[in-house]
């Protein structure tokens, strides 16, 4: 069991189960999320933004982590969700908006839930370095607590979980904790997935039927990335991070050839100016955790492509080494939209 604020169980790094396609199904069904006895009810608790940013998320118009803040990202959200329904694209929660936006959903932004046993074992990595030169040594960039976890699983932070729940509050199997009303997704079977890609969109809370996107464009000064569909309709937008001065996101028209999910990520030193003389290339092991989170979607670019990140907190917020980053849940949701052949426009 681990204090809120505090690190989960130490366990030594391992193979996490979920890179097996031979996951014990009835251990990966059992991540589901029950409500708390008596706990469904937290409307009163919610504020008017938070609802709005859960209800965006579900509309795959993501405010990115779901902090009950009204920030650039929400606001952003909202304009792209209000030119997708036809409404003036202000960026505030005017009352039309109010009534696009939450029909058909339920009220609440929040959920009183019981932490399943199957998610309280991890297995974390409490010692992972935050260094990438140092994480060669791991045979899993897993997440380093169950806050940590909990925090992706519901598309939010250590501290905003924090702030719903106070710092006395302690997670264990069984223990109840307020968390963004963030669905379950049922666990499918992918043929083929031999890196357990279901079992990572299930603890993402990440459903495998998205809408299809056909042109992708990235949009340099806005940090946000936009998906069409075939006619050309505006399907889902996320923030993103998108280069540096020293690494300028490279502007013109894409393609993408491919997906790795749950990747190996192969470290070199010398495609980063700011990396240490001293570092040598090198392999790293699949996890959340790593370099590119849990996915990179390859373009036509040669070394560019978009990816998740093992600090979500930090997107539109700081600079890339020039390739697209979004958080891991955004970027899983992205993988499951896209196919080899998509357009990309990276514009200014």
């Known amino acids: 069991m681990a204090l809120l604020a505090a690190c989960g169980s130490p366990e030594a790094p391992g193979q996490d189960p979920s890179a097996s396609s031979a996951v014990d199904r009835a251990v990966v069904d ?20 938070l609802r709005a940013q859960v209800a965006l998320d579900r509309l795959a118009f993501s405010p990115g982590v779901i902090d009950g803040e009204e920030g650039r990202s929400y606001r952003l959200a909202l304009a792209a969700f209000q030119e997708a329904r036809g409404l003036p694209a202000s960026g505030n929660l005017d009352e039309a908006t109010r009534q696009a936006l939450f029909s058909g959903q339920g009220s609440a ?42 925090a992706e699983r519901f598309h939010t932070t250590p501290d905003a979980l924090l702030a719903l729940n106070g710092p006395g509050t302690r997670l264990g199997a069984g223990r109840i904790v307020r968390v963004p009303a963030v669905d379950n997704v049922p666990l499918v079977k992918i043929e083929g997935d031999d890196r357990g890609w279901a079992d990572t969109l299930q ?28 006619g050309g309709k505006l399907v889902a937008q996320f923030p993103v991070t998108t280069g540096s001065a020293r690494d300028p996101l490279p502007l013109g028209t894409w393609k993408i050839k491919g997906e790795a999910r749950n990747p190996d990520y192969q470290y070199n030193p010398d495609l980063f100016w700011d990396a240490d003389p001293d570092d040598k290339a090198r392999r ?30 930090n997107i539109g917020r700081t600079e890339s080494h020039g390739c697209v980053r979004l958080t891991n849940w955004d970027a899983a949701r992205l993988a499951q939209m896209v196919h080899t052949g998509t357009e990309v426009v990276f514009q200014a």
């Open 203 to 230: 603890r993402l809370g990440v459903a495998n039927r998205q809408p299809q996107a056909e042109r992708i464009v990235v949009d340099r000064s806005e940090g946000t990335l936009r998906a069409y569909d075939k």
């Open 30 to 49: 059992a991540l589901a999320f029950a409500d708390a006895p008596g706990g469904g009810e937290t409307e009163a608790a919610d504020s008017l933004v």
């Open 109 to 150: 932004a929040t959920r009183r839930v019981v932490i399943p046993a199957a998610f309280a074992r991890g297995p974390f990595v409490p010692d992972l370095p935050h260094e990438t030169s140092q994480q060669a040594r791991f045979d899993r960039l897993g997440y380093r607590s169950m806050t940590e976890a909990l």
């Open 284 to 313: 790293l092991a699949p996890g959340p955790n790593g370099p590119v989170g849990v996915v990179w979607i390859d373009l036509s670019k040669e070394h560019y492509g978009i990816h998740g990140t093992p600090e979500p907190q």
